[in-house]
């Protein structure tokens, strides 16, 4: 029911951005984002939330009007262009392969199409909403930002739910426990950064955040999402102490309750979740006839790897979208995902793509990186440093579940890095910045 109303929010805001503007269906969809799957999409592919969501975006008028002299730039734009441009070669060494070389494929022409457009949406969402946002107000940033939060600490309260309902993995709207607990360690390092900057009370209701979606993680069983989260925080914290000045009381507490965690981790963390990541080592399972000391899941997962990077160095070049399920099949012998994304691209592909997602990833990062480094303004220092945070727990996550495309799990980071592209000028120094706040203030 919940789900139906928010459809009908969403769409409604989609269908009259033309006269009301693009923010409402950006407020819509950054709150929804998680949950699009689950939602009804009555009329066909058109009305698909998340191709809502890029309708509205298309037919709004930008609201800002441009700054003088600002230089509105697509952050990224490279790294993302070139993964779109592999995407749509990927698709090309499919259709070639069925239609020229006559190989048979399971997955049809069409259904690979529509894994494309899947890969592709969320750079469309990226470029649309940095159209939208680029010069927005401090004001609208500031609710995009809360209405995500409010989303990713509501998921998180709803695998609490479902475990009291003794759930076995709980992943409220996510569907997938991996995806789950991938979209939960990129939340925990989001709000740990909004809690370390923080001055005021709110600071409390972050930390709450961060413990729902720790418990988000720990109810997915997902041992890649626990390797992720854990690097993730320890990156955030790394950079706030290095690299923020002053606030050392916030500091001094950080020291004192990563002491006590560590003191205590056994009243902190379930039972079952220590016995999860014992599991991984406690037995013994056979990889290409070798005995080795580790559980039968990540057994399966080695040698899925395995048969992946066989078959890139067979064809560098790729052997196309939605292909590896069928060549594994007939290798392995098991018909299942990859369970690694860069796996996934090498044999879809190629090494193309492998070059594309690998500049993605480091480009995001340098990017999230030199605009923490380069501003003084807390706030945009507080959101670059929460992305890169939540970044880092999505690439490092996706070594283990094939998501990292996918606009439910990473659409609002895409929605937020846009908003943090369109907050300065590319080219725009701090101190020219802070001047033009200064003479807006006086004239004020």
Not at 35 to 40: A, E
Not at 156 to 176: D, F, P, Q
Not at 327 to 346: E, F, P
Request: charged content about 15%; glycine content about 10%; overall charge positive.
């Amino acid at each position: 029911m919940i789900g139906h109303l928010l459809y009908v929010i969403l769409a409604a805001s989609a269908f009259v951005a033309p006269f009301v503007g693009p923010y409402p269906v950006l407020y819509a969809s950054i709150f929804c984002m998680p949950m699009m799957q689950t939602m009804p999409f009555p009329l066909g592919t058109l009305s698909v939330p998340i191709n809502l969501t890029l309708l509205g975006l298309v037919i709004a008028v930008p609201r800002e009007p441009s700054v003088a002299g600002g230089s509105w730039r697509l952050p990224v734009r490279g790294p993302v262009v070139l993964m779109v441009v592999t995407s749509l070669i990927g698709l090309s060494i499919r259709w070639f392969g069925e239609q020229v070389q006559g190989r048979f494929y399971s997955v049809d022409i069409v259904e690979a199409s529509k894994v494309t457009w899947g890969t592709v949406t969320g750079f469309v969402l990226y470029a649309l909403a940095f159209r939208q946002l680029r010069g927005a107000s401090e004001h609208v940033r500031h609710r995009l930002v809360t209405l995500c939060q409010l989303s990713l600490a509501s998921e998180g309260a709803i695998t609490i739910v479902e475990r009291l309902r003794n759930a076995g993995r709980s992943t409220a709207h996510l569907g997938e426990p991996n995806k789950a607990g991938a979209f939960f360690a990129s939340g925990a390092a989001f709000f740990l950064a909004f809690a370390l900057f923080d001055r005021t009370r709110r600071r409390w209701a972050y930390l709450v955040a961060v413990v729902l979606c720790m418990s988000g993680v720990f109810n997915s069983l997902s041992r890649g999402a626990m390797l992720a989260v854990a690097v993730a925080v320890a990156l955030v914290l790394a950079v706030f102490f290095t690299a923020t000045r002053g606030r050392t009381g916030t500091k001094v507490a950080v020291i004192l309750l990563a002491v006590l965690l560590t003191a205590h981790a056994s009243l902190f963390l379930p039972q079952r979740v220590m016995d999860r990541v014992l599991q991984t080592f406690g037995g013994e399972s056979s990889v290409e006839g070798e005995e080795i000391e580790i559980d039968g899941s990540s057994a399966q997962r080695i040698i899925f790897w395995k048969a992946g990077w066989e078959l890139f160095t067979e064809w560098p070049l790729g052997y196309g979208t939605a292909t590896f399920g069928q060549l594994q099949l007939s290798m392995t012998g098991y018909d299942k995902a990859s369970h690694n994304i860069y796996v996934l691209m090498l044999v879809e592909q190629g090494a193309q793509g492998f070059v594309a997602i690998v500049l993605l990833v480091f480009g995001v990062l340098v990017y999230l990186w030199r605009t923490f480094a380069r501003t003084d303004d807390d706030q945009i220092r507080c959101l670059a440093l929460a992305l890169m945070g939540s970044w880092t727990a999505h690439f490092l996550a996706h070594f283990f579940v094939n998501s990292f495309f996918s606009p439910q799990i990473t659409g609002q980071f895409l929605i937020l890095l846009a908003c943090l592209g369109g907050a300065v000028p590319a080219g725009t120094q701090p101190s020219a910045t802070k001047k033009r706040k200064g003479a807006t203030a006086s004239s004020a």
